[in-house]
């Protein structure tokens, strides 16, 4: 069974930082990328980053580059979103998510999805 468990969220300043874990069980990790997504209340969910499984290429949201950071640690079967100078805007549930076929890479449609970390940023 894929299970995906994502941790690190909390309460932040304004500038602060957080890293977020991805704990994944139940399939091969390193064959399939991994992604990190937001979802605000009242707002759809978006796409923020993603590390590839073929050459560990990384993609960010424009929202997010330059201040978060992805990575793998494929011996923990976990991945990192490093964030840093938050601010209020990135309040969000963040979420990861495995694809269920590792073409295409990255994938397009994403079937695993963890439950979700809070990450909230005062002002």
């Known amino acids: 069974e894929v299970q995906l468990v994502e941790s690190g969220g909390g309460l932040v300043q304004a500038g602060g930082s957080l890293r977020l874990s991805c704990a994944a069980s139940?399939?091969?990790?390193?064959?399939?990328?991994i992604g990190w997504f937001r979802q605000a209340p009242g707002k759809e969910r978006e796409g923020v980053s993603c590390?590839?499984?073929?050459?560990?290429?990384?993609y960010y949201a424009d929202s997010v580059k330059g201040r978060f950071t992805i990575s793998s640690d494929n011996a923990k079967n976990t991945v990192y979103l490093q964030m840093n100078s938050l601010k209020p805007e990135d309040t969000a549930v963040y979420y990861c998510?495995?694809?269920?076929?590792?073409?295409?890479?990255?994938?397009?449609?994403?079937?695993?999805w963890g439950q979700g970390t809070q990450v909230t940023v005062s002002s």
């Open positions: 998510a495995a694809p269920s076929s590792n073409y295409p890479d990255p994938p397009n449609k994403y079937d695993y």
């Open positions: 139940g399939f091969t990790f390193d064959d399939y990328a």
């Open positions: 590390i590839s499984s073929s050459d560990g290429s990384t």
